[in-house]
């Protein structure tokens, strides 16, 4: 039910929904009348609403939910290093619960698993394929819209919520990280639903929305740890301030939020520190087995100050993850990620507080601008200036937030735009977006160069009518609102569609066209040569170098096998070609592998066992190149071991295991410097026969870790008979040359 708790005196309820006011109140049914049938009431939504309004929110999701889906299982397994963990979940209940990258419960994934359950589930019902993984985050994409247009509907009406809908469908880091298999789309979605949940708290000051708010944002935690808790402090402080209720209660209700936050993501923790460290899996990313050192070092603290201990950057903030400060959403390694429309979101939120500025303290419609809009400045101001690990799709937080702002904003201007300065604003705003898109766009000229002018053109003609929206017929202002909207939405648009046309896989990946995004940092920077891919000048060690949009030619694959058996020949992913595509059959203009150049945007591996051949680096930000002749060497037998092989660092293993679907265990976890195993309990593993192959290479330096993965790798590799299967190089763990 739309509610207009906080309209002045002779103000009509619904001024700002576009449109004119519903004509009566909703009506309950009478004692022994039936109510409306479920699916009449599905399709024509509250009564309250125009009659288009649910047809055209079902209409924005069935859109959405196409367009994500669209050719999916191009990105195969995406980040190889969740779906290790999901293959492994799908197969034992202890490494589903504490979220392991290997059914032998080796070592964890450096997160809590909350984000693998979804996808653990689909993969248990479904088997193991890119759809049962990805198709989950699509539908919390999805889910994303849908409680975005909720919240900005309640109070701001139909068209603002849908104005809010599709810029968040269509922002590109959105539609990247909805397709993808990291966190974050999860995390976006618990937050959108807090925001959501403290509006409708401020509402009437019920106690159980703020509680709801509260879970919410303790099981987002269990999904990105510490991140979760970048917007509390604007969500506690809006409801302290605005809700109608006494202030002794409203503590006492932000206390029970507390609770239930801490309950909610606390039992997990609670249980993982309790349990005997010598039954459960190393906690990965730690460097003394404990999730809470996780939480407040590496994933913690550690992204705010670049002292993260075992990091790829090894810690002491080095710098290496780009550029901080007030303007980095701006700049080349992130504008066309998210900041499309952040300048108009900016000015329509300081417009929709100076327009609510003297209402009445319990304004709802105040309260949503501090939520959604103090939200999207707190963790835009800690994106700024976090000196640590730091990628361009960590951005998709912002989008429900921005576009949240942007409906409410327009929805509001629209309604006071026959006074001066809402009109002027509203037109402002249009140019903000016009102006940055044509920069935006820009910055990548060779890609479709006439649609920056179309852009600007049009954001400038639908200022001009903005500007006298309220003094001209309602049908062009209309026309002018409706060119603003087109003219805003073109640049992300075209970039999101791009996003769509091609996979991605990797540890990092960036949406929108080649040249999109370029990571500065050390000897890198914007526009520097071939950018800076990952935070490593031109590439990944033994990479060839790629431009910032990680597409690029890297030949050299080996023939393998997809997820489905069927053997493939392409350029770097095992068998050559994704899962679910054919081999030797790419779009127009690419390669057998499906991609532009051949490569797969964000990996470019080189021969096999990742990039730099042997594993190397490749075995940090991306997986290996699995071929035939490994795959038979590591199923033989397989049953009779606990692991299959072992290697360092994490992507490695998970490519093999994704390969043979037994586990692999992965020495000193995602960057090899956990001290898991040591080297006593990996000879123990040894000399019990739960291990069969060591892998050569992988993590950071192809083994030349310092700490307990190179002291494994120097010890295997004196000890034991090395063997070959295609390029890659193998130790038989069972077939010593010494007494070791």
């Not at 930000?621 to 290697?647: I, P």
Request: hydrophobic fraction near 45%.
């Amino acid at each position: 039910m739309t509610t207009h708790y906080d309209q002045p005196a002779g103000e009509q309820a619904g001024a700002t929904a576009w449109g004119p006011p519903p004509a009566a109140p909703p009506r309950a049914p009478e004692a022994g009348e039936p109510g409306r049938p479920f699916a009449r009431r599905l399709w024509r939504g509250r009564p309250e609403d125009p009659r288009w309004a649910r047809p055209a929110f079902l209409g924005l999701l069935a859109t959405t939910l196409l367009l994500y889906l669209y050719d999916l299982s191009a990105s195969g397994y995406a980040n190889s290093f969740y779906s290790a963990a999901v293959q492994a979940g799908s197969r034992s209940w202890k490494a589903f619960f504490f979220g392991s990258l290997d059914a032998g419960n080796a070592i964890t994934v450096d997160k809590p698993p909350a984000s693998l359950w979804p996808m653990e589930l689909s993969v248990r019902v479904f088997g193991l394929h890119s759809w049962a993984i990805l198709a989950p985050e699509v539908l919390m994409g999805v889910a994303t819209v849908a409680v975005v247009y909720g919240g900005v509907r309640r109070r701001f009406g139909p068209v603002s919520g849908l104005i809010a809908g599709a810029v968040l469908a269509l922002t590109p880091v959105a539609a990247l990280m909805f397709r993808f298999n990291n966190p974050d789309a999860m995390l976006a979605l618990l937050m959108a639903v807090a925001c959501y949940l403290v509006v409708r708290a401020v509402e009437d000051g019920r106690t159980k929305w703020l509680v709801w708010a509260g879970a919410a944002i303790g099981f987002a935690f269990l999904a990105k740890t510490l991140q979760a808790f970048l917007i509390l402090p604007p969500l506690a402080l809006v409801y302290a301030v605005c809700a109608p209720v006494p202030l002794k209660r409203r503590f006492g209700q932000l206390a029970a939020a507390t609770l239930a936050l801490v309950v909610s993501g606390g039992w997990w923790v609670a249980v993982v520190e309790l349990w005997p460290a010598s039954s459960r899996p190393y906690v990965g990313g730690s460097q003394n087995n404990s999730f809470l050192e996780l939480t407040f070092g590496y994933n913690g603290l550690g992204r705010l100050n670049g002292e993260e201990t075992g990091s790829v950057g090894g810690g002491g903030g080095t710098g290496m993850w780009g550029e901080t400060g007030w303007d980095r959403m701006f700049g080349s390694e992130v504008g066309g990620q998210i900041s499309w429309l952040l300048p108009a979101a900016l000015i329509l939120l300081a417009a929709g507080l100076v327009a609510t500025g003297k209402r009445r303290r319990t304004s709802v419609t105040r309260a949503s601008f501090l939520v959604w809009g103090g939200s999207l400045l707190m963790t835009t101001a800690v994106f700024s200036y976090m000196a640590g690990i730091f990628h361009q799709y960590y951005t998709v937080a912002l989008a429900p937030y921005l576009a949240a702002v942007t409906g409410m904003g327009a929805g509001l201007l629209w309604g006071k735009r026959r006074e001066t300065w809402a009109s002027i604003t509203l037109a402002a705003s249009v140019v903000a977006a016009a102006a940055w898109g044509y920069v935006l766009l820009d910055r990548t000229s060779d890609y479709l160069p006439w649609l920056k002018w179309l852009v600007l053109v049009g954001g400038l003609a639908a200022a001009l009518g903005l500007i006298f929206a309220g003094r001209i017929p309602r049908r062009l202002a209309l026309g002018a609102a409706a060119v603003g909207l087109v003219a805003a939405l073109a640049g992300p648009t075209a970039y999101t569609l791009s996003t769509l046309q091609q996979g991605h896989s990797g540890s990092i990946v960036t949406a929108g066209p080649a040249g999109a995004s370029t990571m500065g940092g050390r000897g890198g920077g914007p526009g520097g040569g071939g950018g800076m891919r990952g935070g490593f000048p031109g590439g990944m060690p033994g990479q060839n170098q790629q431009n910032g949009n990680g597409n690029g030619n890297t030949n050299g694959g080996t023939q393998g096998q997809n997820p489905q058996g069927q053997s493939q020949q392409g350029n770097g992913f095992p068998g050559g070609g994704m899962p679910g595509q054919q081999g030797q059959q790419g779009r127009p203009g690419q390669n057998a592998n499906g991609f532009p150049g051949g490569g797969v945007p964000g990996a470019g591996r080189t021969g096999e066992g990742g990039m730099g051949g042997g594993g190397g680096a490749g075995g940090l930000l991306n997986g290996a190149s699995v071929s035939a002749a490994a795959k038979k060497l590591l199923e033989t037998n397989a049953s009779d071991y606990t692991w299959v092989a072992a290697s360092v660092g994490s992507q490695n293993a998970a490519s093999y295991q994704l390969a043979t679907g037994d586990p692999v265990m992965a020495i000193g976890g995602f960057n090899g410097t956990d001290p898991s195993p040591t080297l006593a309990q990996f000879k123990k593993y040894v000399a019990d026969g739960r291990i069969h192959y060591f892998i050569a290479g992988g993590g950071m330096g192809g083994g030349g870790n310092s700490g307990t993965s190179s002291q494994i790798s120097s010890w295997v590799q004196s000890n034991f008979k090395k063997v070959t299967a295609g390029s890659a190089t193998f130790y038989d763990l069972t077939r010593a040359t010494t007494s070791g």
